[in-house]
């Protein structure tokens, strides 16, 4: 069956070359994936020496004033400032990642902890769990379709161009079947956070299965939000209890209603 085994973002930085950011536990199996197709091409297959930081708020452009020359306009833009590459994640852009040579990108980190207050890194997935954006981790590779992680809507696999392995499976799921799991926003209370393919169920006894997590993060408090790929029998009311978390109870959210079909 045809999985999604890698997520990642693509900038083609110059012409014949491009960059691929994605989570640091799937790169090696994703470089070993494409040295296959790679093999029958004239390309190549490298680690970037590049080290990833993430700025989240509100007045991110004013807080680097000075620091760096260049700053991102708009969603999805990447402007070069010296050594470093800032993408700009959000409409709002109050989410930027920054892209450097790890030396540098400690010396900037420096520099802008005067300016910036320094969070863990669950501020960060807890942005990415508001935003619905599922990132390939090892724990989840190879388990759903893109359908289930809502990346037909989000426009991170296309249906009319390009040819890639497994497409026909992925079209026939969306043109002429239906899809039986899909993405859900839930939150509660839990002594343990979940981790991405933690097993959440619909019974206080813990014998009936309704779905997986597939990132979760905890704010300033002890609420746990995360995203969880559900069956159709899920209800968007119903409560899932989570596998080994001490009772830990989570509750889809209002928002998940508008993803049914």
């Not at 700009?88 to 790890?102: H, L, N, T, Y």
């Not at 769990?129 to 759903?144: D, L, M, P, T």
């Not at 079209?171 to 039986?180: D, E, F, I, L, Q």
């Not at 995203?227 to 968007?236: K, T």
Request: charge should be positive.
């Amino acid at each position: 069956k045809v999985r999604v085994s890698s997520s990642f973002l693509l900038w083609a930085r110059e012409p014949g070359r491009v960059l691929l950011r994605m989570r640091a536990d799937i790169v090696e199996q994703t470089a070993t994936a494409l040295h296959r197709y790679a093999a029958l091409s004239r390309v190549t297959v490298k680690h970037a020496a590049l080290a990833c930081t993430g700025l989240l708020g509100t007045g991110l452009r004013e807080a680097a004033g000075g620091i760096l020359d260049r700053w991102p306009t708009r969603q999805r833009q990447i402007v070069i400032a010296g050594e470093h590459h800032v993408l700009q994640c959000d409409e709002a852009g109050q989410r930027c990642e920054i892209w450097s040579p790890p030396e540098s990108l400690a010396e900037l980190r420096s520099t802008l902890a005067t300016r910036c207050r320094e969070a863990p890194l669950s501020h960060w997935r807890l942005a990415l769990v508001r935003e619905r954006k599922v990132e390939i981790v090892a724990a989840i590779a190879g388990e759903y379709l893109p359908q289930m992680l809502d990346y037909d809507r989000s426009g991170a696999v296309s249906f009319s161009k390009g040819c890639y392995s497994g497409q026909e499976i992925v079209a026939r799921a969306r043109y002429k079947g239906s899809v039986k799991r899909r993405l859900y926003h839930l939150a509660g209370t839990s002594p343990k956070l979940p981790p991405p393919g933690d097993v959440l169920y619909r019974d206080d006894n813990m014998t009936h299965a309704v779905g997986n997590v597939v990132e979760s993060a905890t704010g300033d408090d002890t609420r746990v939000e995360m995203l969880a790929v559900l069956s159709e029998e899920a209800q968007p009311s119903a409560a899932a209890r989570l596998r080994g978390a001490n009772g830990g109870v989570f509750e889809v959210l209002a928002d998940a209603c508008a993803i049914l079909e």
